[in-house]
């Protein structure tokens, strides 16, 4: 190697920001904008994996605005709070769902101390929950709504995150903005749709082929269509009766199409794994 080839090497290796760590076993659920149903789905993944064999930890990453307890029906005595204030540490907090067969980790609503964490508790909060993953076989992340730093950082420590949109245009636009923002930062390659409440799966393809055109067009992205949720009335059903879908109505339209993306997760983790062992192994 030459002289400046070595200094130019050295130069990038300065300049070239390290890459954040990852939880290879952790799917985030993301969604530009809130209203989509991120949470309910979020739930519902957690329970159709948990149903498969799998060990499952469901996340409420939704600092300051979460509601995962909410639709469970919950009352948690041990929440985020409580680690972001050093009294406890994460696995601490971690209760089990007997109903769904997984385990939780709550967060606070209405805390806005949370949703305005300083960077240092922030990075202590990711490095606790990729420690803590490692005993769980899927870690689902339930992002908060929106591309803030709190929703951007959480996200990338996810070896896959699933954008949830609906065909409304502010959820399409925000769902690209979020795309955007990720390209910038070299996270977007792990960025998979969901298309949620579609009236059919013609209308579903539709509503993927608008934000494909656009991230393709501008962006040079091509983000995979994970999976497609048919519009349910037992959705909210279920929503109101803060019981899940898999139990409440577990033949529903939206509860198989959970389920096939549960499938897709479950073979996409295998796969990764596979890949990552490869790579150390050469």
């Known amino acids: 190697m030459s002289e400046a080839l070595a200094d130019k090497t050295e130069q990038t290796k300065k300049t070239t920001p390290p890459s ?3 939880g290879t076993n952790i799917i985030a659920v993301a969604s530009g904008k809130g209203g989509v149903g991120k ?3 979020s739930i519902t993944l957690s329970h159709a994996l948990a149903n498969s064999g799998k060990k499952v930890l469901l996340f409420d990453g939704d600092l300051g605005l979460a509601n995962v307890d909410v639709q469970l029906g919950l009352m948690p005595k041990r929440d985020l709070n409580d680690v972001i204030r050093g009294r406890l540490g994460l696995r601490k907090v971690i209760q089990p769902f007997a ?3 997984f385990d939780i980790i709550a967060g606070r609503s209405g805390q806005a101390s949370l949703s305005a ?3 240092q508790r922030l990075t202590m909060l990711r490095d606790q ?8 076989d899927v870690v689902i992340l339930d992002l908060g709504a929106g591309v803030d730093r709190i929703v951007r950082m959480l996200s990338a420590s996810a ?3 699933l954008l949830v949109t609906t065909d409304e245009p502010t959820s399409l636009t925000d769902a690209y903005a979020f795309i955007k923002l990720g390209s910038a930062a070299g996270t977007s390659k792990n960025v998979g749709v969901v298309v949620n409440q579609a009236s059919n799966s ?3 393809q539709k509503t993927y082929k608008t934000l494909l055109k656009a991230c393709e067009n501008f962006l040079r992205l091509t983000p995979p269509l994970i999976g497609m949720v048919r519009h349910d009335p037992r959705v909210k059903d279920s929503i109101r009766h803060q019981s899940p879908i898999l139990m409440r109505s577990p033949n529903a339209e939206a509860s198989e199409d959970v389920e096939k993306i549960a499938k897709f997760v479950i073979k996409d983790l295998a796969k990764k794994s596979a890949q990552t062992k490869a790579s ?3």
């Open 159 to 161: 070896i896959r995150t």
């Open 39 to 41: 949470t309910w789905f």
């Open 99 to 101: 109903d769904g067969g």
């Open 129 to 136: 929950l990729i420690e803590v993953a490692h005993e769980y």
């Open 280 to 282: 150390a192994a050469s």
């Open 117 to 119: 964490l300083p960077a």
């Open 20 to 22: 954040p760590p990852k």
């Open 202 to 204: 013609s209308e579903g």
